[in-house]
Antibody, heavy 120, light 107 residues
């Protein structure tokens, strides 16, 4: 069974940093692209970015490129999202997801999400 | 960025009714469209990818169609468990973008 479990969320002060983790199991992590998507309270979905199998290609949505860093550790089957200079606009549920990349891409499995609240 | 416009924003349907949700892209996305269902407090679940391919395990009453800039998701017979919010996503060009969502309720 494919399982993705996010952790590392919580309350953080504006301007601070936070690192999220996503532990993957039930599939060969090395064989898949992975991505992050967030959802502000009561709002829609926002694509943050993606990373390929060997970390040689990482794509971000332009508005977050200077604040967020995606990485992965294939030996630990773990995906990461390093977030810096956080502001209230970053308050959201953060989802990691397994990505299928063909001519186009889509997310076939999602984690349960982790809440990040940016507030003083 | 490619803009995804979903309609309607909300709708209600009776049991057994056919439901159609539309998604329009701001440029041709060559069938690079996926549909997701999200229930309250849960993560999104993939329904359709490549505009018309049904994800494994998804009931056959769900179907997707379209090409170019116009796409639709159809539920052929509304069930109680189909209540939720539906999102479309284009995965052709970076950054991927989602529609704003359609809230589907049982009448």
């Amino acid at each position: 069974e494919v399982k993705l479990v996010e952790s590392g969320g919580g309350l953080v002060q504006p301007g601070r940093s936070l690192k999220l983790s996503c532990a993957a199991s039930g599939f060969n992590f090395n064989d898949y692209w992975m991505g992050w998507v967030r959802q502000a309270p009561g709002k829609g979905l926002e694509w943050i970015g993606e990373i390929n199998k060997d970390s040689s290609t990482i794509n971000y949505t332009p508005s977050l490129k200077d604040k967020f860093t995606i990485s992965r550790d294939n030996a630990q089957n773990t995906l990461y999202l390093q977030m810096s200079k956080l502001g209230s606009e970053d308050t959201a549920i953060y989802y990691c997801a397994r990505e299928m990349v063909i001519i186009w891409d889509y997310f076939d499995y999602w984690g349960q999400g982790v809440m990040v609240t940016v507030s003083s | 960025d490619i803009q995804m416009t979903q309609s309607p924003a909300s709708l209600s349907a009776s049991l057994g009714e056919t439901v159609t949700i539309q998604c329009q892209a701001s440029e041709d996305i060559y069938s690079g469209l996926a549909w997701y269902q999200q229930k309250p407090g849960k993560s999104p679940q993939l329904l359709i990818y490549g505009a018309s391919s049904l994800q494994d395990g998804v009931p056959s009453r769900f179907s997707g169609s379209g090409s170019g800039t116009q796409y639709s998701l159809k539920i052929s017979s509304m069930q109680t468990e189909d209540e939720g919010v539906y999102f479309c996503q284009q995965g052709l060009k970076y950054p991927d973008t989602f529609g704003a969502g359609t809230k589907l309720e049982l009448k």
